[in-house]
Nanobody
């Protein structure tokens, strides 16, 4: 059974950086695509970025391009979301998820998610 756990959230100043981690476990978890979703109060959950089994990333939100990057360390079975130049609009609960397939979709699709991790709160504020 594949499990995911997001961590690393917290309070950060606008313009600051934060790195989130998604620890995975389970058989062959390193072969699955991992995506990050986020949900701000009063807004729908949106897909942010995804990484496939070949360490290729796909951006889903224009506002994070050039600021967010995703990577994975197969030895640690962990996926990272590096968030730079954070803005107040980035405040949300961030979730990692996997469709249990190796590829990322062209568009984010929550319906394709098979497993969700527990979310971690990111708050960007002075």
């Amino acid at each position: 059974d594949v499990q995911l756990q997001a961590s690393g959230g917290g309070l950060v100043q606008p313009g600051g950086s934060l790195r989130l981690s998604c620890a995975t476990s389970g058989f062959l978890s390193e072969y699955y695509a991992i995506s990050w979703f986020r949900q701000a109060p009063g807004k729908e959950r949106e897909g942010v970025i995804c990484i496939n089994s070949d360490h290729e990333s796909t951006d889903y939100v224009d506002s994070v391009k050039g600021r967010f990057s995703i990577s994975r360390d197969n030895a640690k079975k962990t996926v990272y979301l590096q968030m730079n130049t954070l803005k107040a609009e980035d405040t949300a609960v961030y979730y990692c998820a996997t469709p249990l397939t190796p590829r990322c979709g062209v568009k984010a699709d929550a319906a394709a998610v098979f497993k969700w991790g527990r979310g971690t709160q990111v708050t960007v504020s002075s």
